[in-house]
């Protein structure tokens, strides 16, 4: 929450695979390009170029189909092959592709036209966050069709220490940039400031940890009471923390369990918006 001051051919590639969405993916398509594209997938996959033998196995495939496909894809440069080692890697076509997608995909667009069925979905407030001059700033506020009383609007902006969105923020971004934000939230902590939490640093530094192995931040009655919140990060192509989205509502209504429903699908959102911008996890 918001102390706001002022996601039948063989096997087609699943949505897991693609970090597409399959309620967007309808109609008769053509089996061969799927069947080649289970090949794109697994070599995208892939820590090292692999062999005719492996590849074709790890696509489903005998090494004759796949033999086949990989002499197509070569001739269009999206597959080479490693002339000592016979292995395959991606092409220089496969890397024109990818920054084609990059440059074209806008991250704020992407994740606001995904939270309208999200929000619909939980039935709960989502908001997405991103860090600017003042800490964690709210870009936009998806409202469900219960009302919430809460302040969260667009130009907000989040406590680090006492919010759930400030926790993902306080994990993943460069702590040089936080520390700052942190700080200034410590010291009027002391004085008394509501929205603020009042903890010491080693706490603060133990739940980033937390946050970090959970992958995902709650906040329960804070620091409004009778509201709570979960938020989860979206990173980009480059591993960087991007944005993060807020599952927000009145506490007998958000499922704050770690092992919920509620973040099992912020999880799968978040993880699928990582996905569209280029973020292959290790």
């Known amino acids: 929450m918001s102390d706001s001051r002022n996601v039948s051919l063989l096997t087609p590639l699943s949505a897991e695979d693609t970090g597409a969405s399959p309620s967007r993916i309808s109609g008769r398509g053509v089996q061969s390009v799927e069947i080649g594209g289970r090949l794109l997938a697994t070599l995208a996959k892939a820590a090292q170029p692999m062999m005719l033998r492996d590849l074709a196995q790890a696509a489903g495939l005998t090494p004759g189909q796949a033999h086949a496909y990989l002499v197509s894809f070569r001739k269009i440069q999206l597959v080479e092959q490693d002339p000592v080692s016979g292995r395959y890697r991606l092409g220089p076509f496969a890397l024109h592709l990818g920054l084609a997608r990059l440059r074209n995909t806008d991250p704020y667009r992407l994740a606001a036209e995904a939270v309208v069925q999200f929000t619909e979905e939980l039935e709960l407030m989502v908001a997405i966050t991103v860090w600017g001059t003042h800490g964690p700033t709210i870009i936009h506020v998806q409202e469900s069709s219960n009302q919430i009383h809460a302040n969260v609007r667009p130009g907000g902006v989040f406590t680090v220490t006492g919010t759930a969105t400030g926790k993902v923020f306080a994990a993943y ?29 080693d706490e603060l530094l133990a739940t980033i940890e937390t946050v970090r192995r959970q992958g ?33 509502g009145p506490t007998g209504k958000v499922d704050c369990d770690l092992s919920g429903p509620h973040a099992a699908a912020l999880r799968a959102f978040t993880r699928r918006l990582s996905t569209e911008l280029g973020y292959q996890p290790d």
Do not use: Y
């Open 173 to 201: 971004m460069p702590w040089k940039l936080v520390e700052p934000v942190v700080q200034a939230e410590l010291r009027t902590a002391q004085k008394g400031w509501r929205g603020t939490a009042e903890m010491a640093m």
């Open 216 to 248: 995902l931040a709650t906040t329960i009655d804070r620091p409004v009471p009778g509201i709570s919140a979960l938020s989860a990060p979206v990173f980009n192509h480059t591993g960087q923390l991007q944005l993060a989205i807020t599952v927000i």
